[in-house]
T-cell receptor, first 113, second 114 residues
């Protein structure tokens, strides 16, 4: 069964600092991988997704993620964090032909001045 | 376009009461989903509808029923609410049925069962 682990429950970074959020997945074949962001009181919004091809994926709001098959990881990065990036971030994995998407437990990002 | 809308935004129920959460999307999407979000557990799929006229159980369907009323609307019903159903409920939709599809989420319904 597919699964997703986000080892960091809460991360605090200073505005302007770089950010990396970790995501590890368990799945037999090449998965479909997603990062979603949830602002306070809102639903989830897609940041980026990976299906195949280039392992470095660019998303919205200046985010990128890198798929590393050898490490079963899909970490999210941003070179310079803005205060508006404070939110909760969810990694998700899915199988292409099936409906089920498995979400991680989320990482809450706090941005300090 | 409003995207995915959910009503109500907040609800307080007493144990044993029933209620229906409403969801509608205006993106002409085929698939719709209901999730619940609990602290430290991420999102868990309750039910989904791959297309109009079909519904299937997800990971945590017990205590819930759904109706895909038409292509736009997908409702979630709690027949006899329990405190364990206190949660935030999200409706989502996607164009297709495959796992590779991007899901678009509503703003959520916060439910408290006393």
């Amino acid at each position: 069964a597919q699964s997703v682990t986000q080892p960091d429950i809460h991360i605090t970074v200073s505005e302007g600092a770089s950010l990396e959020l970790r995501c590890n997945y368990s799945y037999g074949a090449t998965p479909y991988l997603f990062w979603y962001v949830q602002s306070p009181g809102q639903g989830l919004q897609l940041l980026l997704k990976y299906f195949s091809g280039d392992t470095l994926v660019q998303g919205i709001k200046g985010f990128e993620a890198e798929f590393k098959r050898s490490q079963s990881s899909f970490n999210l990065r941003k070179p310079s964090v803005h205060w508006s990036d404070a939110a909760e971030y969810f990694c998700a994995v899915a199988e292409g032909g099936y409906q089920k998407v498995t979400f991680g437990t989320g990482t809450k990002l706090q941005v300090i001045p | 376009n409003a995207g995915v809308t959910q009503t109500p935004k907040f609800q307080v129920l007493k144990t044993g009461q029933s209620m229906t959460l409403q969801c509608a999307q205006d993106m002409n999407h085929n698939s719709m989903y209901w999730y619940r979000q609990d602290p430290g557990m991420g999102l868990r799929l309750i039910y989904y509808s791959a297309s109009e006229g079909t519904t299937d159980k997800g990971e945590v369907p017990n205590g819930y029923n759904v109706s895909r009323l038409n292509k736009r609307e997908f409702s979630l019903r709690l027949e006899s609410a329990a405190p364990s159903q206190t949660s935030v409920y999200f409706c989502a939709s996607s164009q297709g049925r495959g796992g590779q599809e991007t899901q678009y989420f509503g703003p959520g319904t916060r439910l408290l069962v006393l």
